[in-house]
């Protein structure tokens, strides 16, 4: 082959890799897929376990076998080199999966050293052809650092994720109870939490109160005394409220407001949540197939901040031949504006997420809606400010004042851009002062104090990131983790019973396990090996330590917490449970690994599926057909209905088929006669019973009646 620097393809093991002879060297190129080693126990030992070594994960699981064929193929193409450059992601991650790929083929161990000859870092945040060269010329010296950092969270994870999950499972045990348990560095923190939200809002006594509001010139006033927990003085207020209202004072002020920052990963999966209802864990595995294509810089990063040197013009030049972003392009560049807003966050490792310019092609619905997220936050960087004229004016009616308040769009800036911005103000008519009006209503609302709120997803990922637990890529999966425990359930976040009985074990018996401050400090020893200054043996011998201590105290007190553990898989059980199996036994909704819904029987595990992303309530009716549970079925934006749970009963056998145009009639008709295991809203009947109330003349208005009941 000629010395042109062009690329051989070849493929050994169903696995492709690529040869370039380039200045008399040849250069190999071979792809890895994810981690290919992973941390397992060495030998035999008891509680609590510490030899621990690296081992080819297709050995440890049986799901990951397809990556042994990237192993061979690395290792035989590796022992033609004598020189080795990690490209992995720039990232601890990356590192550690790359440093042991290295290890393996030199050392043919990889749990020998690391070597230190021959051996470099590429660095790069998008994966276009030009970002990829440039990082090829400019490799670095290795990230040993980061390699020890990232080796001691793993080793460190693993001793205290499978020491203390063995303890729950043994203390289970004793109870005569066998399932799977876990509980991690992070995990216990993150339950802690939502076990306390969950205290909080059980133990909440609402209180009454009342508001006062007026309405005056077609506008909603309330009065000033905001919350009124006397029944009596609002009475009051109501009984001496005059008939006219007079305008004490109309404020106005202009307000700039700036763009918002470019994404860092959990700000995108925050507003990912909002705009889109995505799940943050689908969110960083679109934006990871975004990033992969070489559309969107490395989305796991902590910044906010984007560094001049990503050379903003070709960027948005490139954008201006995306027709849906080519009007936005050209008048950023026509207006020389380069310089865009950036947040507090940084990140020393990538920039703030940002498109690279590259014209995405075949994408899915999901991907063209994160790509265009983050390219319009990104454009939107750029451009000016948007002004609102806010305003706040004061009326009195008797002895009372009342405030509203308002914004009227000045100039639109950025929001022309990011459509996403979602406005909670409204625009107030024209107000003077001194003007009287007639008072339209008065009104007392009685209202109750409300509970804190619970987590969903997304705010429980920020809520981690604001206590520093956990790293921007693993908090989703962390409570992922918890779902699949059912510690937890719902989108907004419960704690089942037998989650809080974990809760509750660790709290009476090892706090450490759910002590905040300690994961932080083991976090922020990680990163100080990450920067040289303390050593990874200190770090795990300390870690040790607390392991060795939790573990003696389970057995210790293995039976007290077996039983705390048992009663509360009970009780979840009964909580979760949505009728009874024919054996007896009681069906409970549980979740899948991979996060799917369905129902087993906890007797004889006969299993039924559940229509995804749903969420079900038992009826306490069983099928006149088959004899199971019926149960109501809530899907987010469509009607809620009720169904069998045997996928196979004879109340679905129509299930899917077309209807007639006589079946469609007559249910307009009988719709109270529904089918076996089904529910369906009396609309049509419904909808005629309003029509009938209009008068004759207004009959085509009155159609539109119906609209609404369907």
């Not at 590796?78 to 050392?107: H, M, P, Q, R, W």
């Not at 936050?377 to 002004?387: D, K």
């Not at 100080?528 to 007190?557: C, P, Q, Y």
Request: proline share 4%.
């Amino acid at each position: 082959m000629a010395d042109d620097g062009k690329p051989l393809s070849y493929v050994t093991n169903g696995v492709r890799y690529y040869e370039i002879k380039k200045a008399g060297d040849t250069l190999y190129i071979v792809a890895a897929a994810g981690h290919l080693f992973t941390i397992r126990q060495h030998g035999e030992s008891d509680v609590p376990v510490f030899d621990v070594e690296w081992v080819e994960s297709y050995k440890v699981n049986k799901s990951a076998y397809f990556t042994k064929k990237y192993i061979d193929t690395i290792y035989a193409v590796g022992k033609k080199c004598s020189f080795y450059i990690n490209a992995c992601d720039y990232d601890i991650e990356g590192t550690v999966i790359g440093s042991n790929l290295i290890k393996y083929v030199v050392n043919s161990n990889v749990n020998s050293e690391l070597p230190r000859a021959n051996v470099k870092r590429m660095k790069f945040s998008t994966t276009t052809k030009p970002d990829l060269v440039k990082s090829f010329e400019e490799i670095s010296d290795f990230d040993f650092e980061n390699f020890y950092a990232g080796e001691t969270r793993h080793k460190l994870d693993w001793m205290w994720g499978i020491n203390l999950s063995r303890s729950l499972m043994r203390a289970i045990s004793t109870h005569g109870v066998k399932k799977i348990l876990s509980i991690g560095r992070v995990q216990g923190p993150a339950l802690g939490l939502l076990a306390e939200r969950e205290i909080a809002i059980k133990n909440f006594t609402p209180k009454d109160y009342w508001k006062i509001f007026a309405f005056a010139n077609n506008t909603e006033f309330e009065s000033t005394k905001g919350s009124i927990f006397d029944e009596k003085v609002a009475k009051a207020i109501l009984h001496d409220a005059g008939k006219e209202a007079k305008v004490e004072s109309v404020e106005k002020k202009v307000k700039e407001h700036w763009p918002f920052p470019p994404f860092d990963l959990t700000s995108l999966q925050l507003e990912a949540s909002r705009v889109f209802k995505m799940d943050p864990s689908r969110t960083l595995a679109v934006a990871q197939t975004l990033y992969e294509r070489s559309y969107i810089s490395y989305p796991r990063t902590s910044s906010q901040k984007l560094p001049f040197t990503l050379n903003f013009r070709n960027i948005l030049n490139m954008l201006s031949k995306i027709d849906a972003y080519k009007e936005i392009a050209l008048t950023l560049i026509k207006g020389n504006r380069f310089k865009p807003i950036e947040g507090k966050k940084s990140d020393e490792t990538h920039p703030a997420i940002y498109p690279t310019g590259e014209e995405p092609k075949k994408l899915t619905a999901e991907e063209q809606r994160v790509y265009d997220l983050i390219t319009r936050r990104f454009l939107a960087c750029f451009e000016e400010s948007a002004s609102t004229e806010n305003s706040e004016v004061i009326i009195s009616i008797g002895n009372e004042r009342y405030t509203a308040s308002g914004a009227r769009l000045l100039k639109k800036g950025w929001l022309e851009t990011y459509k996403y911005y979602a406005s909670r103000t409204k625009e107030l008519p024209e107000f003077a002062k001194d003007d009287i009006y007639p008072v339209e209503k008065i009104e007392s609302r009685a209202l109750k104090t409300e509970p804190p709120r619970r987590y969903n997803k997304a705010s429980l990922i920020s809520t981690l990131e604001e206590k520093d637990l956990g790293t921007k890529a693993t908090r989703a999966e962390i409570i992922d983790t918890l779902f699949r425990r059912e510690y937890i359930r719902n989108s907004q976040i419960e704690v089942t019973g037998f989650g809080m009985s974990i809760y509750d074990a660790l709290h009476s018996y090892c706090p450490d396990i759910l002590d905040e401050q300690l994961t932080r400090k083991l976090e922020d020893d990680m990163e100080s090996i990450s920067k040289g200054t303390l050593s990874s043996d200190d770090v795990i011998r300390e870690g040790k330590a607390i392991i060795t201590r939790i573990t003696h105290i389970f057995k210790e007190k293995q039976s007290d917490i077996g039983k705390r553990l048992s009663q509360g898989l009970e009780k979840s059980e009964m909580e979760a449970s949505i009728g009874k199996c024919k054996c007896g036994g009681s069906l409970i909704v549980r979740r899948s690994g991979a996060g799917k819904s369905f129902v087993q029987c906890n007797n004889c595990q006969l299993s039924y599926p559940l229509p995804q992303y749903s969420f079900v309530k038992p009826t306490g009716k069983n099928c006149e057909f088959c004899g199971t549970p019926i149960v109501k079925v809530f899907r987010r934006g469509k009607r809620v209905f009720q169904m069998c749970i045997d996928p196979n009963c004879e109340s679905k056998k129509d299930w899917g088929k077309p209807k007639t145009a006589a079946q469609i009639k007559q249910e307009g008709k009988t719709v109270e006669k529904q089918e076996p295991g089904a529910s369906k809203k009396p609309a049509a009947k419904a909808a005629k019973k309003l029509v009938r109330k209009q008068p004759v003349k207004r009959k085509a208005r009155a159609k539109k009646v119906e609209k609404p009941e369907e």
